[in-house]
């Protein structure tokens, strides 16, 4: 385990790591899995600047950090803070970084966690800068396909949804890529996964169709992973209307497909996974965003030198 | 009538380096780009000279001033075909042509609107990569890629 690689540093984008990262982040988040409620973090400050509001992401921080008795200091919206008075972002982080050993930041604005991490004195988690990055998901992703298959290699995913504009699952399928996957990319034609990743995947030789119904390649799936499709991509409302139910999955669906598959879902759902799902035993997504209090936790632990 | 001879002369440098090959259209940006403006060497500009590779060239001769490989390569973006000439003592010593950096700072906008670099004052970063033969752009910050076509300058 190389956990030298996180000391100090600022944890800003999937693509910084390697597999022996993640894998050295799922082993530590293995262990405050089994001991959540610890003292480490007592006499440290996190903050968690919000720029824009993300309940489940913050609240999901905020759990890991209270749990490992940190304290905690930030704002939940812009509009609470000096940056409606026209702060700029390099003025808040300096400024916060004055009061805190670590800041965690959510910000609308594409590549703000970066640059972030420059002017910076203390480390950044980027907690999603618009539609670039949100690695803590990608990696609480990979720890719950970890969980539930016992390995990350070798597996059938089937990615549902919006996989035009859906971060995670680009960042997913660059962090997948390094343990072998097949690819089964489900979505209306309008919201197809763009040419950019279809490249990345053909020089890395990783096996992928496309398909347009989910029942298309359930049957042979290890992981089902569903995602949103926002009504606010289309600029049509007609063309979101002709789409939005046929991208559901359905309890029946689920029937006579492989016993290890669990369905995951980065959350909020809306009506994309019927809540008759919710009972099956396959359905992981309430589970998947406890296991994101662990992977935080873990980074958390890692870039601040306490495991 | 004897026919004048109508070849450009433009003044011989003594030491320096002679920047040949850059397109017309592009001189007043490699000025910008390499701060000539805020030099106190000697510097001859020649622009609209016939090319036949280029159509029109400009060329650039500055005395007493050499460049450091970093410096120079950021031309190499609008100017991929200048051709650097070192004078020693009226002679040309070495030859050189513009390589693409690794890294770009500054120079190049990000494509991407809701980049950061496009809403505050912070200069863009990109590590280049070539794509089908062509030069791309990917932006250090917001990670989109900014194609050869698309490339703008500051």
Same mark, same amino acid.
């Given at each position: 385990?190389?956990? @030298?690689?996180? +000391?100090?540093?600022?944890?800003?984008?999937? +693509?910084? #790591?390697?597999?022996?990262?993640?894998?050295?982040?799922?082993?530590?988040?293995?262990?405050?899995?089994? /001991?959540?409620?610890?003292?480490? +973090?007592?006499?440290?400050?996190?903050?968690?600047?919000?720029?824009?509001?993300? &309940?489940?992401?913050?609240?999901?921080?905020?759990?890991?950090?209270?749990?490992? $008795?940190?304290?905690?200091?930030?704002?939940?919206?812009?509009?609470?803070?000096?940056?409606?008075?026209?702060?700029?972002?390099?003025? &808040?982080?300096?400024?916060?970084?004055?009061?805190?050993?670590?800041?965690?930041?959510?910000?609308?604005?594409?590549?703000?966690?970066?640059?972030?991490? @420059?002017?910076?004195?203390?480390?950044?988690?980027?907690?999603?800068?618009?539609? $670039?990055?949100?690695?803590?998901? &990608?990696?609480?992703?990979? #720890?719950?396909?970890?969980? &539930?298959?016992?390995?990350?290699?070798?597996?059938?995913?089937?990615?549902?949804?919006?996989?035009?504009?859906?971060?995670?699952?680009?960042?997913?399928?660059? =962090?997948?890529?390094?343990?072998?996957?097949?690819?089964?990319?489900?979505?209306?034609?309008?919201?197809?996964?763009?040419?950019?990743?279809?490249?990345?995947?053909?020089?890395?030789?990783?096996?992928?169709?496309?398909?347009?119904?989910?029942?298309?390649?359930? %049957?042979?799936?290890?992981?089902?992973?569903?995602?949103?499709?926002?009504? *606010?991509?289309?600029?049509?409302?007609?063309?979101?209307?002709?789409?939005?139910?046929? #991208?559901?999955?359905?309890?029946?669906?689920?029937?006579?497909? !492989?016993?290890?598959?669990?369905? +995951?879902?980065?959350?909020?759902?809306?009506? *994309?996974?019927?809540?008759?799902?919710?009972? /099956?035993?396959? =359905?992981?997504?309430?589970?998947?965003?406890?296991?994101?209090?662990?992977?935080?936790? =873990?980074?958390?632990?890692?870039?601040?030198?306490?495991? | 009538?004897?026919? @004048? $001879?109508?070849?450009?002369?433009?003044?011989?440098?003594?030491?320096?380096?002679?920047?040949?090959?850059?397109? =017309?259209? !592009?001189?007043?940006?490699?000025?910008?780009?390499?701060?000539?403006?805020?030099?106190? !060497?000697?510097?001859?500009?020649?622009? /609209?000279?016939?090319?036949?590779?280029?159509?029109?060239?400009?060329?650039? %001769?500055?005395?007493?001033?050499?460049?450091?490989?970093?410096?120079?390569? %950021?031309?190499?973006?609008?100017?991929?075909?200048?051709?650097?000439?070192?004078?020693?003592?009226?002679?040309?010593?070495?030859?050189?042509?513009?390589?693409?950096?690794?890294?770009?700072?500054?120079?190049?906008?990000?494509?991407?609107?809701?980049?950061?670099?496009?809403?505050?004052?912070?200069?863009?970063?990109?590590?280049?990569?070539?794509?089908?033969?062509?030069?791309?752009?990917?932006?250090?910050?917001?990670?989109?890629?900014?194609?050869?076509?698309?490339?703008?300058?500051?």
């Amino acid at each position: 385990m190389s956990k @030298e690689n996180f +000391l100090g540093r600022s944890l800003v984008s999937i +693509l910084d #790591y390697g597999k022996d990262d993640y894998l050295t982040i799922m082993e530590v988040a293995k262990h405050f899995e089994a /001991n959540p409620v610890q003292n480490i +973090l007592s006499g440290k400050v996190i903050a968690t600047l919000f720029f824009e509001p993300s &309940t489940r992401t913050r609240l999901s921080f905020e759990s890991a950090v209270n749990k490992l $008795n940190g304290k905690i200091i930030g704002f939940t919206d812009a509009s609470t803070s000096s940056v409606k008075k026209g702060e700029s972002l390099k003025d &808040t982080i300096q400024t916060v970084a004055n009061y805190s050993d670590l800041i965690v930041m959510r910000h609308p604005i594409e590549g703000s966690a970066r640059y972030a991490s @420059e002017v910076s004195k203390v480390p950044v988690v980027n907690a999603g800068d618009g539609a $670039n990055q949100h690695p803590t998901q &990608t990696l609480l992703d990979l #720890y719950s396909i970890l969980k &539930t298959q016992n390995t990350l290699d070798n597996l059938e995913i089937t990615l549902v949804g919006d996989l035009k504009y859906g971060r995670t699952v680009h960042s997913l399928i660059m =962090a997948m890529s390094h343990f072998n996957p097949k690819f089964n990319l489900v979505s209306p034609p309008t919201l197809k996964l763009p040419d950019e990743y279809k490249l990345f995947l053909k020089e890395k030789n990783i096996p992928f169709a496309e398909f347009e119904n989910i029942t298309d390649t359930i %049957k042979t799936t290890d992981i089902l992973y569903v995602t949103r499709i926002q009504k *606010e991509r289309f600029s049509d409302p007609i063309e979101y209307e002709k789409v939005k139910n046929s #991208y559901v999955l359905r309890n029946e669906m689920l029937e006579g497909t !492989k016993d290890n598959l669990r369905v +995951l879902h980065p959350l909020p759902r809306v009506n *994309e996974i019927s809540t008759d799902v919710d009972s /099956n035993p396959k =359905a992981y997504y309430f589970q998947q965003a406890l296991n994101g209090v662990y992977v935080r936790q =873990a980074i958390i632990a890692l870039i601040l030198g306490l495991i | 009538m004897v026919k @004048e $001879n109508k070849e450009l002369k433009v003044s011989a440098i003594k030491e320096g380096t002679v920047i040949d090959h850059i397109p =017309a259209s !592009k001189l007043f940006k490699v000025i910008e780009i390499l701060s000539l403006d805020k030099i106190d !060497k000697q510097i001859t500009f020649g622009t /609209n000279l016939e090319s036949k590779k280029l159509g029109r060239k400009a060329i650039i %001769k500055i005395s007493d001033k050499f460049f450091e490989e970093d410096e120079i390569n %950021k031309i190499a973006l609008i100017a991929p075909d200048a051709k650097l000439n070192i004078i020693k003592d009226y002679e040309v010593v070495e030859k050189k042509v513009v390589k693409l950096p690794k890294q770009i700072h500054g120079i190049v906008k990000c494509v991407n609107p809701k980049c950061i670099t496009n809403y505050e004052d912070v200069p863009p970063k990109f590590t280049v990569l070539e794509k089908n033969g062509k030069v791309a752009l990917k932006c250090n910050y917001c990670e989109k890629i900014t194609d050869e076509e698309n490339i703008k300058l500051l």
